[in-house]
């Protein structure tokens, strides 16, 4: 299916790489709990998020797995999750807030 506005299909994985292209300089900022940054911009987090996908895939992971992931609201979380659409896979983000027993449960259902 074509965009309305877009002449490409209306793919996630199209989005990272309409960013790249568009707006790859842009500068895309994480601030840490500690107040350190890291900075890339929208042509890394497109690089780091196709070797998410290669990981992923070496781990045999493909379309219609879940995958889990304990992070929280930063460019790794961003990076993992155009990883895990890249195999066609299912992210389940999963709040590191959880106790233990509550993880454990949530992961294995």
């Known amino acids: ?14 989005i990272i790489d309409h960013a790249a292209r568009e707006h790859g300089t842009r500068e895309h900022v994480t601030r840490w709990a500690d107040g350190s940054e ?7 987090v497109r690089r780091d998020a196709l ?23 930063h ?6 999750w155009y990883g895990a659409v890249g195999v066609g896979g299912i992210l389940h983000t ?3 807030r959880l106790f233990e027993e509550q993880l454990e449960y949530i992961v294995n259902h």
């Open 51 to 73: 070797k998410m996908t290669q990981a992923l895939r070496a781990l045999g992971v493909g379309k219609g797995d879940r995958i889990a992931t304990l992070a929280m609201n």
């Open 1 to 14: 299916m074509l965009g309305g506005m877009q002449d490409w299909d209306l793919l996630v994985t199209h």
């Open 94 to 96: 999963v709040n590191p």
């Open 38 to 44: 890291t900075r890339t911009d929208w042509a890394g």
């Open 75 to 80: 460019s790794r979380h961003l990076v993992s």
